[in-house]
C-alpha cells in the first residue's frame, strides 16, 4: 500500500516496506536510514563504514531517515524523510545520497554534546590544525589538500572537544568535494553514483590518506581566506582566534559558560593563522613547511 503525500506534510510511513537499512553511530549519535531503493544503503554502508553499528542499536524517531520512490508510473522521485516529516526529495540517487549525509551529519552535531565548532581538521603528530570557517568556505578542499601532502584525517566539518581538557576528538567523515574543488586539486572527476553537477563524497583513503589517531590536542588554528594569487601564512592574535572558535561553534548555547573557558584556553594555547592562498595545494605545501611538526 502506497499512501499519496501532498508536499511538506508528515507521511505515514508505517506501511512501506524497506528494501534495505543501516545504522551508523556518528559521534556517539545513533542515526537510521531506511530505503526502499537498496543501493542507496549500500552505497551508505560503503561511505559510513567505520560508523556501522548493530540493528538493534535503539534510535530516537527523530533520528529516522527513510528513503521512498514515487508510485509506479510516475517520473521516479526519490523522497527525503526525516520521522514522517519529508526534507526533500530528488530524481538523482547521487543528490539523495549527499542529502541523507549532510542530514545525518546534522543531526550528530547537533546531539553532540560538548564543543564542536564548524571547521575542518588535520593533524600530525599528534597536533591538530583546525580550520575554523563558514560553509562553502573551502574547509574542505584545504583539508583534502593537506592530506594530499601527508597531514592525518580529521574531519572536513567539525572541531571537536572535550571542554575541560580540550582533547579533540576525531570526526572522520567522508570529505564533501565540489567537481570545482576536484578540478583545484588536481584530481580526476567523480566517478558515479556522483556526477559533474552534485557534489562528491569522498574517502580519506581514496586520497591516499590515513585517518589520524589520537589523543589530538589543538596546536594552530589556521584562518583561511581564498582567492589570493601567492600562498602566504601570518600569525593572529590569540583574541581573534577565541573570537573565531566561538562564532563557529555549533552548541555553545549548551555550556555557554564551559565553552567561553575552553576558547579562551584553545587560543592561548594554539597559534594562530592567516592563510592566504589560490592554489590549495601549494597552501597546503606552506602548512607543512611553516608549522611545528
Known amino acids: 500500500m502506497r499512501i499519496r503525500q501532498k508536499r511538506g506534510r508528515i507521511r505515514d510511513l508505517d506501511a512501506f516496506t524497506w528494501a534495505a537499512s543501516g545504522t551508523y553511530r556518528l559521534l556517539g549519535v545513533p542515526v537510521r536510514v531506511r530505503s526502499e531503493k537498496a543501493s542507496i544503503i549500500e552505497t551508505l554502508d560503503e561511505l559510513l563504514a567505520r560508523f556501522k553499528t548493530s540493528a538493534e542499536t535503539r534510535v530516537r524517531p527523530s533520528r529516522v531517515l527513510s528513503v521512498t520512490i514515487n508510485e509506479e508510473g510516475r517520473p521516479e522521485m526519490l523522497g527525503l524523510y526525516r520521522d514522517s516529516r519529508r526534507i526533500a526529495g530528488t530524481p538523482q540517487e547521487a543528490v539523495a545520497v549527499s542529502q541523507l549525509l549532510a542530514e545525518a551529519n546534522r543531526l550528530a552535531v547537533e546531539a553532540y554534546p560538548l564543543f564542536a565548532a564548524h571547521s575542518g581538521v588535520v593533524a600530525s ?84 590518506g590515513r585517518v589520524a589517531e589520537g589523543p589530538l590536542g589543538l596546536s594552530d588554528v589556521v584562518l583561511a581566506e581564498f582567492g589570493h594569487e601567492e600562498a602566504t601564512l601570518d600569525r593572529v592574535a590569540p583574541s581573534e582566534v577565541m573570537a573565531i572558535l566561538l562564532k563557529m561553534s555549533f552548541n555553545n548555547y549548551k555550556h555557554p559558560e564551559a565553552s567561553f573557558r575552553l576558547a579562551a584556553r584553545l587560543a592561548a594555547r594554539a597559534c594562530g593563522w592567516r592563510l ?11 602548512l607543512r613547511r611553516r608549522l611545528p611538526t
Open 125 to 208: 603528530e599528534g597536533r591538530a590544525v583546525a580550520f575554523p570557517a563558514a560553509t562553502e568556505a573551502g574547509k574542505s578542499t584545504v583539508v583534502a589538500a593537506c592530506v594530499l601532502q601527508g597531514f592525518g584525517y580529521v574531519s572536513d566539518e567539525a572541531l571537536c572537544a572535550d571542554l575541560e581538557e580540550g582533547v579533540i576528538e576525531p570526526y572522520p567523515k567522508p570529505l564533501g568535494l565540489s567537481p570545482e574543488s576536484l578540478a583545484l586539486l588536481g584530481l580526476p572527476p567523480a566517478s558515479p553514483p556522483w556526477d559533474q553537477t552534485t557534489e562528491s563524497a569522498v574517502l580519506v583513503e581514496s586520497l591516499g
Open 276 to 286: 592566504r592562498y589560490g592554489n590549495p595545494i601549494e597552501a597546503a605545501v606552506l
